[in-house]
């Protein structure tokens, strides 16, 4: 571990990345490089763009702070490391080390990758060719991922079991229910909750257990060309493995079908279900997928699951919004009109 302190004033209280701290941190990795093409920012990190003086590329993430995000980076770079030794054009570390950015008490962490070309489309674009291309991918992926031990991964049961305890808090408050009522005209029936807390128990004991993604969704996914018309597209890039996790594969797919079922929205749910579990994951992938009943369930397991996604999606739009501006959120509305436990 590499511990950078910034001296910049801007820095001491925030740690903001600016190009003081960006130049400083690269150094530390022992990178000269020419400039940076650009920033982006995700939920969980600011991704850093650089250009080398021999004209290859590098990205330079900084992650978002918060518990337990070191053993987080740990975990992505093992695994996305390993998919990318076996040919996949996952996120691979150019550097093993982890930088930590320190200011007082205040501490983020920052990994070094090599460069992936390509594009993100919209979902709502996605051609059948890209949702089979999905299906396929994410199943080649659980086919190689079956290989790697589980190693410090949290199980994907535990880290739902703690995200519904939150949800389920959350829900009970009343200014909640009241602002939800008032604002959006809307109630949550949380007695679901504890249903799918059982089935989440009872998932980890199920068979075929192994490492999965559980971020499988666009942002995270690059094609070689933006156009989307492309006759045969191809991905280009596997990004953020930061939610990786231990389980079944059904928790990748559902959680995928999730976006899907929501985003493409102009085609059917039943048909988009087809393209990608059925041409894709089965038909055209490595790995194969056969749903089950859970007993005392009347869904099966990647409805059940979906569901979950769907209401985990609809809380953190809550969440990380003002409820006035929702209403103009397209996929807020979507969503709402997806989950079943609102009334």
């Known amino acids: ?175 909640v229910q009241t602002a939800m009522q008032k604002k959006l005209g809307l109630t949550v029936d949380t007695s679901a909750v504890p249903k799918l807390k059982t089935l989440l128990r009872k998932i980890k004991s199920l068979p075929d257990q192994q490492v999965l993604h559980m971020d499988f969704v666009r942002g995270n996914i690059l094609f070689e060309t933006s156009e989307i018309k492309a006759e045969k597209p191809a991905v280009s890039g596997l990004l953020d493995f930061e939610k990786t996790s231990f389980g079944p594969p059904v928790f990748d797919i559902a959680r995928t079908l999730a976006f899907l079922l929501v985003d493409c929205k102009y085609k059917e749910p039943e048909k988009v279900r087809k393209y990608f579990l059925q041409s894709g994951y089965n038909k055209r992938g490595n790995a194969t997928f056969q749903d089950v009943r859970i007993k005392d369930n009347d869904e099966t397991l990647l409805d059940s699951l979906v569901e979950l996604f769907l209401l985990h999606d609809f809380y953190k739009f809550l969440r990380h919004n003002p409820y006035e501006s929702l209403p103009d959120n397209e996929h807020f509305v979507r969503t709402k009109n997806i989950v079943t436990v609102l009334a």
């Not at 950078?4 to 150094?27: F, K, S």
């Not at 093993?96 to 200011?103: A, F, G, P, V």
């Open 1 to 175: 571990m590499t511990t950078l302190e910034p001296g910049c004033r801007a820095c001491q209280n925030t740690l903001d990345m600016d190009q003081e701290v960006i130049a400083r941190a690269l150094q530390a990795y022992g990178v000269a490089y020419v400039r940076e093409l650009g920033m982006q920012k995700g939920y969980r990190n600011e991704s850093h763009a650089i250009e080398q003086a021999d004209g290859m590329r590098l990205n330079l993430i900084i992650y978002k702070r918060e518990p337990g995000m070191l053993k987080r980076v740990h975990n992505a770079n093992r695994v996305s490391n390993y998919l990318a030794s076996a040919g996949f054009p996952a996120r691979r570390t150019a550097d093993e080390r982890i930088l930590q950015l320190k200011s007082g008490d205040f501490v983020k962490y920052a990994s070094l990758y090599k460069y992936l070309p390509g594009k993100t489309i919209p979902w709502e674009a996605y051609t059948m060719e890209h949702i089979k291309l999905l299906g396929q991918t994410m199943s080649d992926m659980h086919a190689t991922l079956a290989g790697l031990n589980r190693g410090g991964l949290p199980h994907v049961a535990d880290e739902y079991l703690a995200i519904l305890d939150r949800m389920e808090r959350y829900f009970a408050e009343p200014g």
